[in-house]
């Protein structure tokens, strides 16, 4: 009798213990990216760098003329911070130039921002003759210095007898070849062919579907275009300072140039209504800034 004998297999070798992966490795894979010291302190300076020119403007506002000539400078605030915000609100007629400011920022940004939304589709979604030309036309426009439409623009202002006038400054500012250009860089990401098609189908009209479609997607773009044409049209200086003055009807920038003029300007009053000009701004951000995050945010995901 033969006995056979059937080999046993062997189990495979597993090997040393794998080990635990810690450090970026874990993160990439999935784990939480903890910022270490380094990161700490070198956000910490571009936090104090970025904060000093507010910082020091809010000194030297709380100071007098003649401190600020010394040397070296002060920095700490003085006893005459509320004194010269005072003055600074009476003398430039701040007041009147807020509610001058506003109107012109709020209906420049608002309609920037209804114009692009629409040009922007048009130029991402819809197919017509000439669209790539038209679109390096307005991305051309862009490369043009503001300083040269200035002549001519003012000629027109004049003709039209709107000089020291508001419209004089809105009008020239209601539309924005940089805000066509984000509109449509952000549509054509963000919004689907497939959902226009549906609301073809559905029997929508192009202004049906801006209404219901475009502008719900662009949400988030629009914010943040919004609050990028306010800020920057509330800060606008040389061409309200060319066509108002600071006795009719004067933004917040011509206001404030007209601070402090004399033999010896004052320093101390200027940077009053500079502070005065800029606290607006800072109270927006602090209002909406996490909103206009989350619009980015939600922008980004959508795209």
């Known amino acids: 009798m033969t006995t056979t004998l059937t080999p046993t297999p062997t189990p495979p070798s597993e090997g040393p213990p794998r080990k635990k992966v810690r450090g970026p490795r874990a993160a990439r894979a999935g784990g939480t990216l903890h910022a270490g010291p380094v990161a700490y302190v070198i956000l910490a300076l571009f936090t104090l760098v970025s904060l000093f020119p507010l910082v020091w403007t809010a000194i030297a506002a709380s100071r007098d003329n003649q401190r600020l000539a010394q040397t070296p400078p002060p920095f700490w605030f003085g006893s005459n911070l509320f004194d010269n915000l005072e003055l600074a609100w009476t003398d430039a007629n701040l007041g009147e130039a807020f509610l001058n400011t506003t109107l012109v920022a709020g209906i420049s940004a608002a309609t920037i921002v209804f114009l692009s939304t629409i040009a922007g589709f048009a130029f991402a979604k819809l197919r017509f003759k000439g669209r790539n030309a038209l679109m390096l036309i307005v991305i051309g426009t862009m490369m043009v210095p503001p300083q040269l439409s200035v002549i001519p623009l003012y000629m ?78 509330w800060n606008d200086f040389l061409w309200p300072f060319l066509v108002l003055t600071q006795t009719g009807n004067p933004t917040v920038q011509v206001a404030v140039a007209g601070l402090g003029r004399g033999y010896t300007p004052d320093q101390s009053l200027i940077m009053a209504g500079a502070l005065l000009g800029t606290l607006p701004l800072l109270l927006v951000f602090a209002i909406f800034g996490k909103q206009i995050v989350g619009g980015i945010m939600q922008g980004a995901v959508k795209g």
């Open 156 to 233: 027109m202002v004049a003709k039209l007898d709107w000089t020291d006038q508001l419209q004089a400054v809105i009008l020239p500012s209601i539309v924005s070849a940089f805000g066509v250009f984000f509109m449509r860089q952000y549509l054509i990401q963000a919004l689907p062919d497939e959902i226009i098609e549906a609301a073809r189908v559905d029997g929508a009209s192009s202004w049906r579907v801006v209404w219901h479609v475009v502008f719900p997607t662009a949400r988030p773009a629009m914010a943040v275009l919004g609050m990028l044409m306010f800020v920057q049209t």
